[in-house]
Structure formats: structure tokens, C-alpha cells
């Protein structure tokens, strides 16, 4: 959960976490995650129930990224943003990443679920099909590693 003195809004927000995963800091990323924070992927439901739990799993998964040869050069490249209250929005972010281990680099979008509650902004859930699909297209093995 992620307070603020200043908020960001939901632009402000995209780029925020993009630099965090250019940082490849999983605590920094999961700084990003309303809780409790919902993932829906390739018709799997995965939930973070809490900041500890989503510290835990982001900082794996930038590990794994790393053990598996894609390496961490992941870039936001672009987002779009559609306000669907004063308070959320759905923000299609679009990634693109650079492996390290020869395999040519590709792109996706994720769609993530911004939410202001008062004092707090940040993504309630996501629905990374293109990420997670496009990845086990190359690296099939990656959840096993």
C-alpha cells in the first residue's frame, strides 16, 4: 500500500512504476499494489493479500528474470490511460524487453487497474495475458526455474 504526501495520479503513477522496474527492485514495484492486489493471467487468478507477500513475489520474479537468460532490461514504452471514475482508471501500459541472452527482445501490453483511496493511489489488479504469454513462448520453462 502506498501513501503519499503529493499523489501521483495515474500518469504520474505509470511512470513511477516503470522506473521501478528499470530499477529491478521488487520492493519498489510491489510499492506500487493496492491490497488486496489481484493478478489475472492466461485465465489464472493470483493474489497478493499483503505488502510483505507482494514484496516476496516481486523480488523473486526480477530474480527469476535473471535465472531464466531474459535478463532485467524491461521498459515501459508507452501508456494509455482511461479514466472510468475520479478515483480509477485503467491504464494500458506497454512494455518492451531486451534479453540478456540472445533471444530477440519483444513487446506487450498490460492492462492495470488504478484506484485512489484518499491519501493512498496504486494498482488494485492487473491482466498481463500478452506478458505472461509472450514469455512462455520463448522461455517455456521459466515458472520452473
Partial sequence: MTTMTALKGP?????SYGQAMLDKDGRAIAGHYLFPYISFTLGHVHRFEDRATA???CSDQVARFDRAGV???IRLTDFRV???SPDAALCHVTWEVFPVNGTPGWSWTNVYGYRRRGDEEGFEFNISDQEIGKLLERFPNFYSL
Fill in 55 to 57: 514484496d516476496a513475489a
Fill in 82 to 84: 482511461e479514466q472510468v
Fill in 11 to 15: 500518469e504520474g503513477f505509470c511512470r
Fill in 71 to 73: 535478463g532485467t532490461d
